[in-house]
């Protein structure tokens, strides 16, 4: 299997869900309109006032139990869609009605005949090849397969609607024919707010390369807040021109590419535990690290692992926990107030990222009460190692494909 979709790769003891808070975030849509035509997309920009401020297509993001879901709306009339994002994949999709096997999602299922712009692809047309995927149904539909690093998959059809986004400017932004997956069988780890998952990778079918090249360049970048943070408070994911991650203190390193264009490889070339240096097993060549945000943790090849594991256990003062098998091999520390441990310095090519413990240890929920444990997991096998959601919170990530590169810059995301 590529790497496709690392969506929670690794089972994770310490995300137990809790209180499901309801969304309070809604937005209204004005009515009234500019379009343009590009690509066979077309954009409507819909403006209250008819001023000439450029938008920054943007989409509010905000954490649950270990991932981050992105508000879009699809159809019409618009229906908010809350999905997972994933750096890792490159599909967009929903859960749909009819549904022949859907997990629990406590929002009702989109309805394809609800909406009046809604059209099934055909296999005769060259989108549904877009998707290795695609094969032709016997009413000569698109039926898709898509699957996932932690065996979760869907199965639905390739369909095309209007979806919409918010803005920076609050007006709402949107475009027709928006390729996704109807998910009529879908399977696998995921939660109940999210009501399907929007893939983000370099590849042709993903949000990014879909949207990009319509606002001003294959880039965006995303503020996560940190695991645990109220679902009500959001932070943006931003796309195109005005995305670009500016200013003081960023620092960035170049993508590299490696098999296909769906996955944001970089490079690692070693970790500092405070003043002590680890470097990558010299063996491991480029391309070490895959930027996902579908998957937790960071996971690293087992010599760095090994190293970084015992240098952290060294400088916290406290005793891990070795009497709770629930912890695997984690870890753990108990502790009433915040934990304190050392900084993690991540030296990618060109780019020193900082990580504090809010980045590296996941702090307790009710359910294990008191408990941190280390967000940092021991690759086994030969694959990559991940840079996963919870190090990329509390920093403005911009990834430029236009370029070739991302960029980091500190930033409080609960704020932004
Ligand atoms: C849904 O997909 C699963 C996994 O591929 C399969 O076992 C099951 O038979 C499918 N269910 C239906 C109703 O098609
Ligand atoms: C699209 O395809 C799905 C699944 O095959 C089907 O249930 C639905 O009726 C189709 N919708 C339209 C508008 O053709
Ligand atoms: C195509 O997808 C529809 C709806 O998901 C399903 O009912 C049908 O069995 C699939 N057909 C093939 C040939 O995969
Ligand atoms: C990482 O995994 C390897 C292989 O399973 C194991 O030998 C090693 O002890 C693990 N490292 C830690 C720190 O648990």
Not at 183 to 198: A, P, S, V
Not at 214 to 238: A, E, H, N, Y
Not at 257 to 285: A, Q
């Amino acid at each position: 299997m590529t790497y496709r979709g690392q969506k929670s790769m690794v089972p994770l003891q310490s995300f137990y869900p809790y209180l499901a808070i309801i969304f309070l975030l809604f937005h209204v849509l004005h009515l009234s309109s500019i379009e343009a035509q590009n690509d066979g997309f077309t954009i409507k920009l819909f403006r209250k006032t008819s001023n000439n401020i450029q938008n920054i297509v943007q989409a509010p993001i905000n954490a649950y139990i270990g991932q981050h879901l992105m508000e879009i709306y699809i159809g019409t009339p618009p229906i908010k869609i809350t999905g997972l994002v994933d750096t890792g994949s490159d599909l967009i999709w929903i859960q749909c009605a009819p549904c022949l096997g859907c997990y629990k999602q406590i929002k009702p299922m989109f309805d394809p005949l609800k909406s009046s712009t809604y059209n099934n692809i055909s296999c005769d047309s060259p989108l549904c090849h877009k998707l290795d995927t695609g094969v032709c149904s016997p009413e000569k539909r698109c039926n898709y397969t898509y699957g996932y690093g932690d065996n979760s998959l869907t199965k639905g059809v390739l369909a095309q609607d209007t979806a919409t986004f918010t803005s920076n400017t609050g007006k709402p932004v949107s475009l027709s024919r928006f390729l996704f997956g109807c998910g009529h069988n879908n399977t696998g780890g995921f939660n109940d707010h999210e009501m399907g998952l929007i893939g983000l990778g370099g590849g042709p079918t993903s949000l990014i390369s879909q949207i990009g090249p319509l606002f001003g360049g294959k880039k965006f970048s995303q503020c996560l807040v940190p695991f645990l943070t109220d679902i009500k408070i959001s932070s943006r994911m931003s796309f195109g021109k005005g995305s670009q991650v500016l200013g003081n203190g960023v620092v960035t390193t170049p993508l590299v590419p490696r098999e296909k264009d769906t996955s944001y490889f970089v490079t690692l070339l070693g970790i500092s535990v405070e003043d002590t240096y680890f470097p990558m097993n010299s063996t491991i060549g480029k391309a070490n690290m895959l930027v996902d945000s579908g998957t937790p943790p960071i996971l690293l090849p087992q010599q760095l692992y090994d190293k970084v594991f015992a240098e952290v256990r060294n400088k916290v003062a406290l005793k891990p926990i070795t009497d709770d098998p629930s912890l695997g091999t984690q870890l753990c520390y108990r502790t009433q107030t915040n934990l304190k441990g050392p900084t993690l310095t991540f030296h990618f090519v060109g780019a020193n990222v900082l990580l504090t413990p809010i980045q590296t240890f996941i702090p307790p929920t009710p359910q294990t009460k008191g408990i941190f444990c280390l967000a940092i997991y021991n690759r086994t096998n030969s694959d990559p190692g991940v840079y996963g959601n919870f190090a990329q919170s509390n920093y403005l990530i911009g990834f430029d494909l236009d370029r070739q590169v991302v960029s980091f810059k500190p930033t409080d995301c609960t704020k932004q």
